[in-house]
């Protein structure tokens, strides 16, 4: 059974920085792309950062130069390191693990920036 569980989101600050986490069980984690996406009310889910297989690493132009997104192979987990933050990154954030036709998604994390 896969399983992708997100955690590390919460409410913070305008200019505040949280660190989520995405542990995966189930799969062969380093044959995986993975990536976060994020979803506010009202909008469509969005893709927020990815990192590749062989560590390659892709941004939205919202968030470029202030998430990073990077992953650790030995313990199966993927983070996306949130600073600066605005209250326009408000949002449900989600993981995702793609490799070819298999796509996991997990539960999602919120994340509230707001004074």
């Known amino acids: 059974q896969v399983r992708l569980v997100e955690s590390g989101g919460g409410l913070v600050q305008p200019g505040g920085s949280l660190r989520l986490s995405c542990a995966a069980s189930?799969?062969?984690?380093?044959?995986?792309?993975m990536g976060w996406y994020r979803q506010a009310p009202g909008k469509q889910r969005e893709l927020v950062a990815l990192?590749?297989?062989?560590?390659?690493?892709n941004y939205a132009d919202s968030v470029k130069g202030r998430f990073t997104i990077s992953r650790d192979n030995a313990k199966s987990t993927v983070y996306l390191q949130m600073n600066s933050l605005k209250p326009e990154d408000t949002a449900a954030y989600y993981c995702k693990a793609q490799r070819g036709v298999d796509n996991y998604w997990g539960q999602g994390t919120q994340v509230t920036v707001s004074s």
């Open positions: 189930g799969i062969i984690f380093s044959l995986y792309h």
């Open positions: 990192i590749t297989i062989s560590g390659n690493t």
